[in-house]
């Protein structure tokens, strides 16, 4: 582990996808980098590529060109499951329906052999604990929740394994205007807690704002824009940030209030 090289690195990265007549450019040559313990921000218009990038970082999409490094190493070439995890954007369809919460928390434990028996069951307590559940909450199924709480268990599921990196694609977008601020004030104590670094997916330039310290605007399969987030905001270069800004007008995230900003 090298502290002074980015955690994650992407160069130069290109994913087109093959239709029936002509092929999609969905990622156009991205190239950004995260330090360890920041958030950075990936925002962007439905169809901009930024959903298609998350996925190509946890190994979900398969690059057509360019490099992914994690840890400065490519991660074609090293297995790193347990070092990187990923929160969805839908926490029900995420979840099996048909196991229990602590099976579903107690799965990657299990796979990658780090805990059984008793040690399990405690962790995984621990676990449900850690995101606001209670020990109960693991006899339970899915479809007995709402959409926070499952989220939630996604969370749980996530940071089982210790993570380094947690990518996150749009984890709010599918919740209650009223249940997304709890669920981000979670994943910052959480980042806080944890020591997580963090790839954060929105189409809410108002929640990064609030959320993020650096932020990439995509448009097109592009980064047309990208810095820390409060020079961003404040002096706004391209006009596809300044229509996200005029989009969120106004409006600020905070305890009381959360604010929606659909495109």
Request: cysteine-free; charged content about 20%.
């Given at each position: 582990m090298d502290k002074k090289n980015p955690l994650l690195e992407i160069r130069d990265l290109k994913i087109t996808f093959p239709p029936k007549k002509s092929p999609v450019f969905a990622v156009r040559g991205v190239s950004l980098s995260i330090e360890r313990g920041k958030t950075l921000g990936i925002v962007g218009q439905s169809g901009s590529g930024k959903s298609t990038l998350a996925r190509a970082v946890m190994q979900l999409v398969q690059p057509t060109k360019g490099e992914i490094l994690f840890d400065g190493i490519s991660i074609g070439t090293q297995s790193i499951k347990k070092r990187m995890q990923m929160v969805f954007?839908?926490?029900?369809?995420?979840?099996?329906?048909y196991a229990k919460v602590r099976s579903i928390i107690s799965e990657p434990l299990l796979v990658h052999k780090?805990?059984?028996?008793?040690?399990?069951?405690?962790?995984?307590?621990?676990?449900?604990?850690?995101?606001?559940l209670q020990e109960g909450d693991g006899e339970k199924y899915p479809h007995e929740f709402s959409g926070g709480q499952k989220q939630r268990?996604?969370?749980?599921?996530?940071?089982?394994?210790?993570?380094?990196?947690?990518v996150c694609d749009e984890p709010t977008s599918?919740?209650?205007?009223?249940?997304?601020?709890?669920?981000?004030?979670?994943?910052?104590?959480?980042?806080?807690?944890l020591d997580l670094t963090i790839l954060f997916i929105s189409h809410d330039l108002a929640v990064v704002h609030h959320f993020c310290d650096h932020v990439a605007l995509m448009h097109e399969g592009k980064i047309v824009e990208q810095g820390p987030v409060e020079d961003v905001i404040h002096n706004p270069n391209h006009c596809v940030t300044k229509e996200l800004m005029a989009a969120c007008q106004g409006r600020s995230l905070n305890s009381s209030d959360s604010p929606s900003c659909m495109l």
């Open positions: 954007q839908d926490p029900g369809g995420s979840l099996n329906p780090i805990a059984k028996g008793v040690e399990l069951q405690n962790r995984v307590t621990t676990l449900l604990q850690q995101v606001g268990i996604a969370i749980a599921r996530a940071i089982a394994l210790k993570p380094e990196l947690l599918a919740l209650d205007v009223s249940v997304q601020a709890k669920i981000l004030n979670l994943l910052s104590d959480l980042r806080d807690e």
